[in-house]
């Protein structure tokens, strides 16, 4: 079985980044994702500030997810993404480039993007 290095996570972790710059005016929208969460920032890079976060933790902080009503992870991470797409609009952010990271566009990651796009945000 072949292993994946985190040599090769890097390289490909570099690869896309390099072609992404956020601006305050169009944030990068920068994506991490664990076995039990989904956690996405909007990120300015000629500022070096986060502009506004979002994430499937805090939405079990919120009672929005119980687990009487559980969502599956592809769900909880469209709603990260609405969540998100509603604190950039209150700070008048309606575009955004979208940094998947070392993650391919599938899954979690795609409804993510999808979540953001239904909030508003261009991408």
């Known amino acids: 079985m072949k292993k994946i290095t985190t040599d090769k996570k890097l390289r490909r972790k570099l690869r896309v980044r390099s072609k992404i710059i956020g601006t305050a005016i169009r944030p990068r929208i920068s ?20 502009l506004a976060a979002f994430s499937s933790l805090q939405l079990r902080k919120n009672n929005e997810i ?6 599956n992870k592809k769900e909880e991470a469209m709603l990260v993404g609405l969540n998100l797409a509603k604190n950039l609009k209150e700070k008048e952010v309606s575009s955004a480039v979208f940094d998947r990271g070392i993650y391919a566009y599938k899954g979690r990651v795609k409804f993510l993007a999808q979540g953001l796009r239904e909030g508003g945000i261009k991408i």
């Open 31 to 50: 994506v991490f994702r664990s076995n039990r969460y989904i956690y996405a920032q909007a990120i300015d890079d000629e500022k070096r500030v986060t």
């Open 66 to 71: 119980r687990e009487t009503n559980k969502k």
